[in-house]
């Protein structure tokens, strides 16, 4: 049985997100400066992507990065006048001593990182498969963080992929289309995940 498109008749995956990467701002005159908000809504449109993949194995991936979006946006509602970056969100809660928001956005960013290099991989080399994508990403971004009890919970998931024409076709309905808007949205994404990872190799970003 064939699974059902993620995307409306005639549009693709894209089409369906409550927030995208290229709607997120990166303010270059303020130091590369990445709104709150923004960016959790399309980090949180991102989780849906697990769902496009189709197995259950995704569920502690996708879980986990919705956990880390929540200590980010917990810090934001608690104090939202420090919060409106997320620079200045982390720099503000270090300040209290507390690092729960910024530890979470810390495995957030290695999360996206991970799906990122995923994709990236996965269009760069056009006759690998997701498994072999996604493994090669989960080695290279979350597997030196993982403990010996998570590291087979992921890896089950990356062994779970779908066939690669599979997964492209939930994402479009027109393959160019999907291509195209893929390429956009994975640019946008991977410099914000570049951005973030700088300011969080920083001396006043570490607790």
Not at 129 to 158: C, D
């Amino acid at each position: 049985m064939t699974a059902k498109p993620a995307y409306p008749p005639g549009g693709t995956w894209f089409d369906t997100l409550k927030k995208s990467f290229t709607a997120v701002t990166v303010d270059a005159t303020n130091d590369n400066a990445i709104p709150t908000s923004d960016f959790l809504e399309a980090a949180e449109s991102l989780t849906t992507l697990f769902d496009v993949l189709g197995s259950v194995a995704f569920t502690p991936v996708k879980s986990d990065m919705s956990g880390n979006i929540k200590k980010v946006r917990d810090r934001q509602l608690a104090a939202p006048m420090e919060s409106e970056t997320l620079q200045d969100l982390v720099l503000n809660e270090l300040k209290t001593k507390k690092h729960t928001a910024a530890e979470g956005l810390l495995w957030l960013v290695r999360g996206l990182d991970f799906t990122a290099q995923a994709l990236r991989h996965n269009i760069s080399n056009a006759g690998d498969e997701l498994s072999v994508s996604f493994r090669a990403a989960y080695t290279n971004t979350l597997k030196p963080h993982h403990s010996f009890m998570v590291k087979p919970i992921f890896s089950a998931a990356m062994s779970a992929t779908p066939y690669k024409k599979d997964f492209y076709a939930k994402l479009a309905e027109d393959p160019v289309q999907g291509q195209e808007q893929l390429n956009t949205w994975l640019r946008a994404l991977e410099r914000q995940v570049t951005v973030l990872k700088q300011f969080q190799s920083r001396k006043e970003a570490k607790w």
